[in-house]
């Protein structure tokens, strides 16, 4: 494991070589996971699976810093002779392969938590719509490069960027995950989403002051005053729902425009995986 996967800081528990991954680091600050990934490490588990406990971009984490180089969530399936993140990337990709990942992220919108999947891959919508959350969202087309790119991995928003109610809520989903794939004992608490796709986002004018109307994953009809900047209201020019909405979140986007697509596992195949494009 070392040689291979030098860069990347891996502990392996369980009887067999890793079978499951759960990842916490792929920003380095989005400390939540990684505080969950680390007690894990230490805890008296009774793991049935071999298990890889990541910390995906501990140079990051060390910095404060999101990426050192270039965004690790933007560069997979990665690059051994790349930058940075590029090879880290590129390990992580290896390492996973076809082994069910959780990877484990902060945000600063509300509420939490969801899970991110891309409609490529089916067997991420399957383990998602098992997972304790109540909110699926496809991002096919939007993000394009994040670890979901690779084998069956779900990404999971847990909660606020660097508090202990984040960290909290990411021990939570990697238990139920480890459940759910087996390598505990016991039942993870049944998911009952509903599914989402995510598009384009909402650029920020330029300006001092925003304030955001609006609730994440609620419908808004056309016509409707979202946000406002500098006291100035932005009107929906068509309907849509709010995915991943704040003020302070991205310095560019306050979010992105999203679709409800199905409120049942079943409908969702038949709106992402049976149709090509958007």
Not at 41 to 58: Q, T
Request: net charge negative; glycine share 10%.
């Amino acid at each position: 494991m070392e040689n291979r996967f030098s860069s990347l800081d891996v502990t392996v528990r369980g009887p067999r070589e890793p079978e499951v991954v759960v990842v916490g680091g792929v920003h380095g600050d989005e400390t939540g996971g990684v505080r969950a990934v680390r007690r894990l490490r230490e805890a008296d588990l009774d793991l049935k699976r071999g298990v890889a406990f990541v910390v995906a971009n501990s140079a990051a984490v060390d910095a404060g810093k999101r990426y050192l180089d270039s965004d690790l969530n933007r560069a997979f399936p990665g690059n051994r002779a790349g930058n940075h993140e590029e090879q880290l990337a590129a390990q992580l990709s290896e390492l996973i392969q076809n082994c069910p990942t959780l990877s484990l992220h902060g945000t600063h919108s509300r509420p939490t938590p969801f899970a991110l999947i891309h409609r490529s891959r089916p067997q991420q919508l399957d383990l998602a719509a098992q997972m304790p959350v109540p909110y699926v969202v496809d991002h096919w087309g939007v993000n394009e490069g994040a670890i979901t790119a690779c084998g069956i991995s779900v990404e999971i928003e847990v909660g606020p960027q660097g508090t202990e109610e984040a960290a909290g809520a990411a021990e939570k989903q990697a238990y139920a995950f480890l459940k759910l794939t087996g390598a505990l004992p016991g039942e993870s608490p049944p998911g009952d989403p509903d599914y989402f796709h995510m598009a384009d986002p909402i650029r920020k004018p330029p300006g001092r002051s925003y304030e955001v109307y609006v609730k994440n994953f609620e419908y808004v009809p056309t016509g409707t005053a979202y946000a406002s900047v500098d006291g100035e209201e932005l009107v929906a020019d068509d309907p849509f729902n709010p995915i991943l909405m704040s003020e302070d979140g991205y310095s560019d986007i306050l979010g992105y425009r999203g679709t409800k697509i199905a409120e049942s596992l079943e409908k969702a195949r038949e709106a992402l995986l049976n149709k090509k494009g958007g």
